[in-house]
């Protein structure tokens, strides 16, 4: 009995060392990786620090602060305190109503990207002749939107908020783009009519229709990212589904939806940054547009106080976003 016991104390020490050899390499190899990942995060640390961070400080200076001109050339830096601020909220009457409008597109515009996003890479996941081809047409307009086109839209943007600043033209344009509208509320009034759909609905509608093409343009990145998740799910789950008589939609809701659940996070989260600092933006736009303006006194760090405080309304908004989602993302835990 006891050489017995013996023996089986011997079997299970090595059983021992080996496991903590194990944990030993697994800790060293966690080391290697979060120090590699140091390494190719520090040069970005560094040019913030070095770079970025001064002009952050200098930036943060300026909106408290009022520009004065010196005589022999150069300026002086004067403490204004918060009067940049109280100009932007109180004195400016557009600076309010931009950024609410600002905000109200994003509201209209993040939901109608992610979901077209999501409905074009679930379609394009797909098995079917010319996959690849698809990819790339529904690519290209990330691609040349980031070019001349960009460009003259952007100028395009400008010059509408500089006439619209002077009071002058206003009306040429709008009439303009309302007669350029696919769709009007009049025309879906009437195709909807009797179905008890509310004028705001409809309006939403027009909305998304008329703004088709900055919808496709913007959706791009977040096709990619969806069909990087969703490749990533393994077909074995599909093919168990498959046995157990699930039907496509319950698949999709019970299976593709909560694992692709991170990618709607990331992917609003990337949607509401580009909106926000899009030139096509009305706040951004704006303050282009304030920055450029020589009638208005100290306009530099005017605009740099209106900068800081949209900044701050950004870091708002992402954090109820990120706080929302992130209460209903499902995290696939893997056994180690």
């Given at each position: 009995?006891?050489?017995?016991?013996?023996?089986?104390?011997?079997?299970?020490?090595?059983?021992?060392?080996?496991?903590r050899k194990e944990k030993r390499r697994s800790r060293s190899l966690d080391v290697q990786k979060s120090?590699?990942?140091?390494?190719?995060?520090?040069?970005?640390?560094?040019?913030?620090?070095?770079?970025?961070?001064?002009?952050?400080?200098?930036?943060?200076?300026?909106?408290?602060?009022?520009?004065?001109?010196?005589?022999?050339?150069?300026?002086?830096?004067?403490?204004?305190?918060?009067?940049?601020?109280?100009?932007?909220?109180?004195?400016?009457?557009?600076?309010?109503?931009?950024?609410?409008?600002?905000?109200?597109?994003?509201?209209?515009?993040?939901?109608?990207?992610?979901?077209?996003?999501?409905?074009?890479?679930?379609?394009?996941?797909?098995?079917?002749?010319?996959?690849?081809?698809?990819?790339?047409?529904?690519?290209?307009?990330?691609?040349?939107?980031?070019?001349?086109?960009?460009?003259?839209?952007?100028?395009?943007?400008?010059?509408?908020?500089?006439?619209?600043?002077?009071?002058?033209?206003?009306?040429?344009?709008?009439?303009?783009?309302?007669?350029?509208?696919?769709?009007?509320?009049?025309?879906?009034?009437?195709?909807?009519?009797?179905?008890?759909?509310?004028?705001?609905?409809?309006?939403?509608?027009?909305?998304?229709?008329?703004?088709?093409?900055?919808?496709?343009?913007?959706?791009?990145?977040?096709?990619?990212?969806?069909?990087?998740?969703?490749?990533?799910?393994?077909?074995?789950?599909?093919?168990?589904c498959h046995i157990d008589g699930a039907s496509s939609w319950e698949t999709f809701w019970k299976i593709?939806?909560?694992?692709?659940?991170?990618?709607?996070?990331?992917?609003?989260?990337?949607?509401?940054?580009?909106?926000?600092?899009?030139?096509?933006?009305?706040?951004?736009?704006?303050?282009?547009?304030?920055?450029?303006?020589?009638?208005?006194?100290?306009?530099?760090?005017?605009?740099?106080?209106?900068?800081?405080?949209?900044?701050?309304?950004?870091?708002?908004?992402?954090?109820?976003?990120?706080?929302?989602?992130?209460?209903?993302?499902?995290?696939?835990?893997?056994?180690?």
């Amino acid at each position: 009995m006891k050489n017995e016991i013996a023996i089986d104390a011997k079997n299970t020490a090595p059983k021992t060392k080996v496991s903590r050899k194990e944990k030993r390499r697994s800790r060293s190899l966690d080391v290697q990786k979060s120090r590699m990942g140091w390494l190719f995060v520090a040069p970005f640390l560094i040019g913030f620090l070095l770079i970025y961070l001064p002009m952050i400080v200098e930036s943060i200076r300026f909106s408290f602060g009022e520009i004065s001109i010196q005589p022999g050339g150069g300026y002086v830096l004067l403490d204004a305190g918060w009067s940049n601020y109280s100009y932007a909220l109180s004195t400016d009457p557009q600076f309010t109503t931009t950024l609410i409008g600002s905000l109200t597109d994003l509201a209209f515009d993040v939901p109608a990207i992610v979901i077209f996003s999501l409905f074009m890479a679930v379609l394009l996941n797909q098995k079917m002749r010319g996959r690849a081809i698809f990819r790339a047409i529904f690519f290209i307009p990330v691609i040349v939107s980031t070019g001349i086109i960009e460009s003259i839209d952007n100028a395009n943007i400008t010059a509408q908020n500089m006439e619209q600043m002077a009071g002058g033209g206003g009306s040429d344009l709008e009439g303009a783009n309302s007669g350029a509208q696919i769709l009007s509320v009049m025309d879906l009034t009437s195709l909807f009519r009797g179905m008890q759909i509310g004028a705001g609905i409809v309006e939403y509608v027009v909305s998304l229709v008329n703004n088709v093409y900055n919808i496709v343009n913007k959706s791009g990145v977040q096709m990619l990212i969806f069909l990087a998740g969703l490749q990533s799910i393994s077909p074995a789950i599909y093919e168990s589904c498959h046995i157990d008589g699930a039907s496509s939609w319950e698949t999709f809701w019970k299976i593709t939806f909560p694992m692709i659940s991170p990618m709607i996070l990331v992917n609003t989260i990337y949607t509401v940054i580009d909106s926000f600092t899009s030139q096509s933006n009305r706040m951004m736009a704006y303050l282009n547009t304030l920055n450029e303006s020589s009638s208005l006194k100290n306009a530099d760090v005017i605009t740099t106080a209106m900068s800081w405080m949209y900044f701050l309304v950004v870091i708002l908004v992402l954090a109820i976003v990120a706080g929302v989602f992130s209460a209903y993302v499902f995290y696939q835990r893997k056994d180690v």
